[in-house]
């Protein structure tokens, strides 16, 4: 992953720091938002045995990856913080 460099022509460390925080904060209330719209028995059994387990599934691959968007995020963030400290 590559990782912004703080020089004098660029952003600068506090520009980049809170866009990484809001696009965080933005991905974790998604985050919660698609939790609460996690599937139902009740909305799938008409169409089958399987139909449920396999909404089930394509949701945790959504969470999943927006799972992973975030920790890319957050990674980004650290590192950013750390190259400072150096």
């Known amino acids: 992953m590559k990782i912004p460099t703080i020089h004098l022509n660029g952003s600068g ?5 809170s866009q990484l925080e809001e696009a965080h904060n933005a991905l974790t209330n998604a985050l919660e938002k698609l939790q ?3 599937p139902h028995g009740r909305d799938y059994y008409p169409q ?16 999943s990856r927006l799972l992973a968007v975030r ?12 190259v400072q400290r150096a």
């Open 13 to 17: 460390k506090a520009r980049l720091t």
């Open 71 to 82: 920790d890319e995020l957050v990674a980004m963030w650290e590192a950013i913080e750390e």
């Open 36 to 38: 609460d719209a996690a």
């Open 48 to 63: 089958g045995d399987d139909a449920y387990t396999e909404a089930a599934r394509e949701h945790v691959s959504r969470l």
